[in-house]
T-cell receptor, first 114, second 108 residues
Framework: NAGVTQTPKFRVLKTGQSMTLLCAQD?????MYWYRQDPGMGLRLIHY???????AKGEVPDGYNVSRLKKQNFLLGLESAAPSQTSVYFC?????????????FGDGTRLSIL | EDKVVQSPLSLVVHEGDTVTLNCSYE??????LLWYKQEKKAPTFLFML????IEKKSGRLSSILDKKELSSILNITATQTGDSAIYLC????????FGAGTTVTVRA
């Protein structure tokens, strides 16, 4: 009964390093999303995907790249980490764009950039 | 640009009190409005309100959608310490746009 799984759960990086966050869902959902959450700002959409092989920019895409090579996985990459990218990152998935489809969230990845 | 505004940003109540949280929105293609509760980790889904379902209730929680006023309220009655959390409102077009959240603290 995994749902949405994010790895890693915690990570500390130095400025300029690169890394990839992995999101995996086992619900055969078409739509997947990456958000970041900062104090007092709610969740802000970074990138999203409406199906395998597709990606699109969200509200705050700069400094991030994504890939959706397989339907069940959505990867978020930081090519050159900056302290402003210190945040908690949430992945979410949704079956489709139907009116009654809620998003299901992973437990988050806490990322610190020094 | 889509906009979701929640108020108040935070509040502190005592057990047994009733709280009302507000959410107003401006989005291009409204499909539904969702409420989530967030404790330590991932947001957990509470309610979805749509044009065909403008009022939902589950136990001590209830929510109403006012499509004319472009807003929604979430009510929690007889609050308990376990209700302490951040409550997030999100509006769905092809993606979810979230408000900043309301932090509710319930004191024993």
């Amino acid at each position: 009964n995994a749902g949405v799984t994010q790895t890693p759960k915690f990570r500390v990086l130095k400025t300029g390093q690169s890394m990839t966050l992995l999101c995996a869902q086992d619900m055969n959902h078409e739509y997947m999303y990456w958000y970041r959450q900062d104090p007092g700002m709610g969740l802000r959409l970074i990138h999203y995907s409406v199906g395998e092989g597709t990606t699109a920019k969200g509200e705050v895409p700069d400094g991030y790249n994504v890939s959706r090579l397989k339907k069940q996985n959505f990867l978020l990459g930081l090519e050159s980490a900056a302290p402003s990218q210190t945040s908690v990152y949430f992945c979410a998935s949704r079956r489709d764009n139907g009116e009654n489809q809620p998003q299901h969230f992973g437990d988050g990845t806490r990322l610190s950039i020094l | 640009e889509d906009k979701v505004v929640q108020s108040p940003l935070s509040l502190v109540v005592h057990e047994g009190d009733t709280v009302t949280l507000n959410c107003s929105y401006e989005v291009t293609n409204f499909r539904s409005l969702l409420w989530y509760k967030q404790e330590k980790k991932a947001p957990t889904f509470l309610f979805m309100l749509t044009s065909s379902g403008i009022e939902k209730k589950s136990g001590r929680l209830s929510s109403i959608l006012d499509k004319k006023e472009l807003s929604s309220i979430l009510n929690i009655t007889a609050t308990q310490t376990g209700d302490s959390a951040i409550y997030l409102c999100a509006v769905n077009d092809y993606k979810l746009s979230f408000g900043a959240g309301t932090t509710v603290t319930v004191r024993a």
